[in-house]
C-alpha cells in the first residue's frame, strides 16, 4: 500500500485558435533577447530598436521532476529579420537524452533540430501534425507563414531542463530563410564550430 499523498489533476485552458491562455501569463521574447540569434546582424538590430513580439509561450506549472509531463502551448508570431524567417531561441534539454512532441494547432512552419554530433533534420508543421524531437537534438521552432502565427502543443518529460545557452553562443547548422516567395533551409554564415 502506497503512502504517498494523492495528487490532484491539473486543468489548464488555452485557445485552439490563438494558443493564448486566459489563466496563466505567458513568458515572452522580443527581438532585444533575439538580436543575436539571426543572421543579418543589421535587420536584427533595427527590430530590437522596437523590440518586436518574436514568440510567446505557456509553461503550465508541473513539477520539473523525473515521472513528470510538462506542457504548454507556444506561439511564433509572422515575420522576417532581413530574409530569416520568426523563430524561437531553440533549446537542447538539459538531460540530452529527453525527447519532446510538438503538435500544430495553427499556422505552417518547420522544426529544426540538431545533434551535437552535427547531424540536422527538419520537419513541417502543418495545422493536425505532430513533430517528435528525438533525444540528443537541439530544436527550434520557425514561422514561416506571411502573415499568421505558428501555433503549437509541446509536451516533454518534467525532469528534462533546458539548455539554451549552447544555442545562443554557437547556433544552429542551418537557418531557414525566404527564396523566391517560398522557405529554403541554407547554412548558417554566423554557425561557430
Not at 501569463?25 to 527581438?31: A, C, E, N, T, V
Not at 530598436?49 to 510567446?56: A, F, I, N
Amino acid at each position: 500500500m502506497s503512502t504517498t499523498a494523492p495528487r490532484p489533476a491539473v486543468v489548464t485552458d488555452f485557445s485552439l485558435v490563438t494558443g493564448l491562455s486566459r489563466t496563466k501569463k505567458p513568458l515572452q521574447r522580443r527581438m532585444s533577447a533575439m538580436a543575436g540569434m539571426y543572421a543579418d546582424q543589421e535587420a536584427a538590430e533595427r527590430l530590437a530598436e522596437e523590440d518586436v513580439l518574436v514568440y510567446e509561450f505557456f509553461d503550465m506549472g508541473v513539477p520539473q521532476s523525473s515521472g513528470e509531463v510538462a506542457y504548454g502551448t507556444s506561439i511564433t508570431y509572422p515575420g522576417k529579420v532581413g530574409d530569416e524567417y520568426f523563430m524561437t531561441k531553440g533549446h537542447f534539454h538539459s538531460v540530452l537524452d529527453t525527447a519532446e512532441i510538438y503538435y500544430c494547432l495553427r499556422g505552417r512552419g518547420l522544426m529544426m533540430m540538431e545533434n551535437p554530433e552535427g547531424d540536422v533534420q527538419w520537419q513541417e508543421f502543418t495545422p493536425g501534425q505532430g513533430v517528435y524531437v528525438p533525444g540528443r537534438y537541439a530544436h527550434r521552432s520557425i514561422n514561416t507563414s506571411p502573415d499568421e502565427p505558428l501555433i503549437t502543443f509541446f509536451a516533454f518529460p518534467g525532469h528534462a531542463g533546458h539548455d539554451y545557452g549552447t544555442i545562443e553562443s554557437k547556433g544552429f547548422r542551418k537557418i531557414v530563410v525566404e527564396r523566391d516567395g517560398a522557405p529554403a533551409v541554407v547554412d548558417n554564415p554566423k554557425w561557430a564550430r
